[in-house]
């Protein structure tokens, strides 16, 4: 199959916002892919890679060479050069990079040049999510949608339960079972404003316990083996010897346990997020980085023990397994309570310690892998900024036509102007994008017909986050984490938004 049938139907996909439509789109493609050729497409489609990462960064996907007339590269192709692209290291490595993507951006067409940097990039927003391309999957294998479903919760990565569907049908899908080294999609939560609306959703006594802002991980154990994954399934073994002796001193040579690790100071506090995920993604002397960043393990479930497979299990009978298989310094810190304030004041102790928030948690829910179940249920402080919007970027599928993503920027007393953290097109109503789609062109400096449009910054917008982190893609050295829109400040002057001294010192 070729790139461009992938780009078309992308671009299909993401014109239209009726679901039904969407699957349609991709079921037809699906339905006509080659074999070996499935799970690149279903990967592709659903925004991700089967390399997962290859080492290229936006910089590099700026200014492609000439597009070719006539389409001619096929998905295996492709796959080949980002195959290549990644497995380049060592000195010269970024620019042997550089090279192999000119030369496969040169024989691509220009639909299919926008299809790619998009999707390197992580901004294929075309609204073809997990559940969308689960339908797709089971209307272009004429299976159940229940069937891909469970084999996703077996396996963890939909273009591999896809490919087996396209290719196999119902019998392929139930050859999938939960296996030790294998990981699956991690349960994800929801969310809730506070203790008391979040235990509102449940039924019955609770658990509440700690949410670290650490990196999930997926242990393994069999006999002398361990293995552990993150939560996008990577393999990260080498790089958390701490967790590998942990789990290896453990009686039980049989297990798969969910939880975090996560770099604490002496005092017990928690270490911002980006000191947690640089000890975890470093790759090179490993015992020294080990020495100077330490990581502490706490894991909250067990998906089997002891030969025993338990997804299928309530969340109290579980737990009692992981607590039976763990001494009591590996299990995150929970309180079970109905009472909303005792929920409440361990909430407030928990933020008191430093940590994101909390779960609450069903204890008769069974571990919905790869799914935000109804049964687990986040609760965070919010933060809030008001910060000036420098630009934005139109939009995709339902947002064709409306400046969506924006750049966002704090204030320089010093310099008299402004410092970009981040963008973000969340919590946009349809309303909110109309009205500043025609209050952005109206405060336009410079063109409007490119990926961005640049405008006075004149305009003030509450932010919530969830926390700063140091970053080198912008210039003040710091992003906004998960930045959502609140509001517009149309009662706050540019003069009084908030500065960039402000978002550093929330670092701290």
């Not at 402080?381 to 919007?389: A, E, G, I, M, Q």
Request: glycine fraction near 10%; charged fraction near 25%; charge should be neutral.
């Amino acid at each position: 199959m070729l790139l461009i049938d992938l780009a078309r139907t992308s671009a299909a996909v993401a014109a239209g916002s009726a679901r039904l439509a969407k699957i349609a789109h991709l079921a037809e493609l699906l339905g006509r892919v080659e074999p070996d050729e499935a799970e690149i497409a279903i990967a592709y489609l659903s925004g991700e890679l089967p390399q997962r990462y290859i080492g290229v960064g936006w910089k590099s996907l700026q200014d492609p060479p000439e597009p070719r007339l006539a389409a001619t590269a096929t998905l295996r192709q492709v796959d080949g050069f980002l195959d290549r692209i990644k497995a380049q290291s060592g000195t010269g490595s970024q620019a042997a990079r550089r090279s192999l993507l000119n030369e496969l951006f040169g024989a691509l067409t220009r639909p299919e040049q926008v299809f790619l940097t998009r999707l390197l990039s992580g901004e294929l927003r075309q609204g073809a999510l997990d559940g969308v391309m689960v339908e797709a999957v089971a209307k272009a294998a004429e299976v159940p949608a229940t069937e891909v479903r469970r084999a996703l919760t077996l396996r963890g990565w939909l273009p591999a339960v896809g490919a087996a569907a396209l290719g196999g049908g119902v019998e392929a899908l139930r050859a999938f079972h939960l296996e030790v080294g294998r990981p699956v999609s991690p349960m994800l939560a929801q969310s809730a404003t506070s203790i008391a609306a979040a235990m509102g959703k449940l039924t019955g006594p609770v658990a509440i316990e700690w949410k670290l802002d650490g990196v999930r991980v997926q242990a393994h154990r069999t006999g002398d083996q361990v293995s552990v994954f993150t939560r996008t399934l990577d393999d990260i073994t080498a790089q958390v010897p701490e967790l590998v002796e942990a789990v290896s001193a453990l009686p039980s040579g049989d297990l798969v346990l969910d939880g975090e690790v996560i770099a604490l100071r002496s005092n017990g506090r928690p270490e911002p997020f980006q000191v947690t995920s640089g000890r975890v993604s470093s790759r090179t002397d490993v015992a020294r980085v080990r020495e100077k960043t330490p990581l502490s393990i706490f894991f909250f479930d067990a998906l089997r023990v002891d030969g025993e497979d338990l997804l299928d299990l309530p969340g109290e009978a579980r737990h009692a397994a992981l607590t039976t298989a763990l001494p009591p310094e590996l299990v995150t810190p929970r309180l079970v309570t109905d009472d909303a304030a005792e929920g409440e004041a361990f909430f407030k102790e928990t933020i008191r310690s430093g940590h994101e928030g909390v779960v609450v948690k069903s204890l008769q829910t069974p571990y919905a892998a790869g799914r935000r179940g109804a049964g687990w249920i986040k609760v965070k402080p919010r933060h809030t900024l008001d910060l000036v919007v420098l630009a934005a970027e139109w939009g995709h599928g339902r947002r064709e036509g409306k400046l969506s993503n924006l750049h966002l920027g704090a204030r320089d007393p010093e310099s008299g102007g402004f410092v970009m953290l981040g963008k973000t097109f969340k919590g946009l109503t349809d309303e909110l994008l109309a009205w500043q789609t025609e209050r952005f062109l109206a405060l336009a400096e410079g063109p409007t017909d490119g990926w961005a449009v640049t405008v006075r910054p004149e305009l003030v917008v509450e932010v919530a986050f969830d926390g700063v982190q140091q970053s080198s893609r912008y210039p003040g050295g710091v992003a906004l984490r998960f930045a959502r829109v609140i509001r517009y400040r149309s009662d706050k002057p540019v003069d009084q938004a908030d500065t960039i001294e402000t978002v550093r010192s929330l670092m701290l």
